[in-house]
């Protein structure tokens, strides 16, 4: 259930704020409700759930601080990730990476948010899991599971339009080129792009 849970906390299958009942997900996976509560704690932990109560966890809403401080952080982290995959990936590798982004492409114009979130993460691990930088990529991951349920509003945000500036785009084209930099800059931007938006979505929550 753990695992089933993070992946649904990548991709955007709760939203902010959203209740989950624990006796609701031990009936889904077949056990009891002390062992899925138990398998619970490690994300309550990881700031990723927290719980309302002794039978329902919820999704936390998105605070501007902490917004900014994981912008800071990816930003950080997930460019020093990249620029150490540049000198690491072959054309295959990047021929692949093309694929991937014209899936994110094509969720994004089609406003399919599952699709763009898995396809928009997929992304992003796939290149940071090529740095072979396993402590840098523990830490993106537990930065993702936290901001990962706000990442549909960038999708729906766009509704349908290409942003101005692709920044997956300028990665692969860094990518081609074998510059480090020119990818931890262009990762950078995206990262800024996206967090921006979030940032914008807790302000108007704090206002409400």
């Known amino acids: 259930m753990g695992l089933r849970l993070r992946n649904d906390l990548y991709d955007g299958s709760f939203a902010p704020g959203e209740a989950i009942s624990i006796r609701a997900l031990a009936e ?19 700031g990723a759930l927290r719980f309302r109560d002794s039978r329902t966890i919820e999704v936390p ?14 930003i950080a982290i997930e460019g020093e990730l990249a620029a150490r995959a540049a000198a690491r990936v072959n054309k295959a590798f990047i021929g692949a ?3 991937i982004d014209d899936e994110v492409t094509r969720a994004l114009m089609a406003q399919d948010v599952a699709g763009y ?3 928009n993460r997929a992304f992003h691990f796939t290149l940071y899991q090529a740095a072979d930088a ?7 991951q537990g930065l993702w599971l936290r901001f990962g349920p706000a990442m549909r509003i960038v999708c729906e945000s766009y509704a349908g339009v290409m942003p101005q500036t692709d920044h997956h785009r300028g990665a692969i084209a860094a990518l081609w080129a074998y510059d480090g930099e020119a990818l931890r800059a262009a990762i950078e931007a995206d990262i800024a792009q996206g967090m921006d938006r979030i940032l914008a979505y807790a302000a108007t929550q704090k206002d409400t």
């Open 97 to 99: 990476l093309c694929g």
């Open 117 to 119: 979130m898995q396809a």
């Open 134 to 140: 396993p402590v840098l990529f523990e830490v993106a």
């Open 61 to 74: 809403q998105m605070a501007t601080d902490a917004v900014e401080q994981m912008r800071y952080a990816r």
């Open 28 to 46: 889904e996976e077949g056990l009891s409700v002390i062992p899925a509560r138990d398998a619970l704690r490690a994300l309550v932990g990881a």
